[in-house]
């Protein structure tokens, strides 16, 4: 349990007593899963107590290690390709999506497939088959090693480049490009390649695909990091959505922290806090966030004026 300067006395009309000062927590609205991740994570539950013989998800099918040890608990295996998968599994697909080829390798195998992919997910996959077969060289801003990216490159039926979030625009050889991004993308990041290349090339077609869910999440943490005298921001560190809502509170409120779970949690990092903020990945579980509010409200103000 996290330690303190415990009880002060008691001020006007108090004295001889002692009172409790606890720091104040105050929680994100947004916090904890989103509605495609519930949504996946719903799915999973539903096959697993279904289905009569093995199930497993394609990757991990949301990127939470607790949430994915919980699913382990359950039964229900990962993988990282078909290739793995023995006859008579039930494969489902997680929650950023699959590369097409994998969806057409387990299609070929006859293996049954339950499509956890989150809707939002899906349009910037659709819109990769579609403006690039309407002959536009499609842009995507975003992480080209995340999953969700992965497989929206592997939809392009043509010529495609992925832009690194504030990293270096390379010369595209091409009249029209379409510009999508990551759903995670933070939208000034989305903005500047947008109009970067809108002054190179004859026609730019842009289309957000930011999901409502990050740009809501985002907008709730910078409000909240304005309020606060430190934000813990919980989710897997493997979580791109995490991580962009830590750099975001960390550049209002230096004292932001990135952590799992609260066993991370050290009591010195909220010295002199009375009020801490909490916010989480769209991929964190409720238990998550709750076991990192406890630890924060059994936490006593220490060198607090
Ligand atoms: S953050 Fe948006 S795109 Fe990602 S899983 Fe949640 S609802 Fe879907």
Same mark, same amino acid.
Request: proline share 5%; aromatic share 4%.
């Given at each position: ?38 949504? @996946? ?47 008579? +599994? @039930?494969?489902?697909?997680? @929650? ?17 497939? /339950? ?25 995507? /801003? ?62 730019? &077609?842009?289309?957000? +695909? ?15 990091? &304005? ?14 959505? +995490? ?40 991929? @964190? ?14 936490? &006593? ?5």
């Amino acid at each position: 349990m996290p330690g303190g300067t415990g009880a002060r006395r008691a001020g006007h009309g108090g004295e001889g007593r002692y009172i409790e000062r606890r720091v104040e927590v105050k929680i994100a609205k947004t916090a904890g899963f989103c509605w495609g991740v519930r949504r @996946t994570v719903d799915k999973v539950m539903e096959v697993a107590d279904q289905s009569s013989g093995p199930v497993v998800t394609l990757g991990p099918i949301i990127h939470n290690p607790q949430a994915v040890a919980r699913f382990r608990e359950k039964g229900v295996g990962t993988v990282n390709a078909v290739g793995e998968v023995a006859d008579g +599994t @039930t494969v489902v697909v997680r @929650t950023h999506g699959a590369v097409k080829e994998e969806l057409e390798r387990a299609d070929g195998r006859g293996l049954e497939v /339950v499509d956890g992919t989150c809707p939002y997910v899906k349009y910037p996959q659709a819109m990769a088959q579609r403006l690039s077969a309407e002959g536009y060289h499609v842009v995507i /801003v975003g992480d080209a090693n995340h999953a969700e990216i992965k497989g929206v490159v592997s939809f392009s039926e043509g010529p495609c480049t992925v832009v690194k979030p504030g990293g270096p625009i390379p010369e595209i050889p091409a009249k029209k490009v379409a510009v999508i991004a990551q759903t995670t993308c933070i939208g000034a990041d989305f903005e500047a390649v947008v109009g970067a290349l809108a002054l190179r090339h004859k026609e730019v &077609r842009a289309v957000n +695909t930011i999901c409502n869910d990050t740009e809501e999440r985002q907008a709730d943490a910078r409000s909240l990091a &304005r309020e606060v005298d430190a934000v813990v921001v919980v989710g897997g560190k493997n979580s791109a959505n +995490t991580r962009h809502l830590a750099e975001i509170c960390r550049e209002i409120q230096g004292r932001t922290w990135h952590v799992e779970t609260e066993a991370e949690l050290r009591p010195e990092w909220f010295e002199g806090c009375r009020v801490v903020g909490l916010s989480a990945g769209a991929s @964190t579980p409720d238990w998550v966030v709750e076991g990192v509010a406890s630890w924060l409200r059994a936490l &006593r103000p220490q060198g607090a004026p």
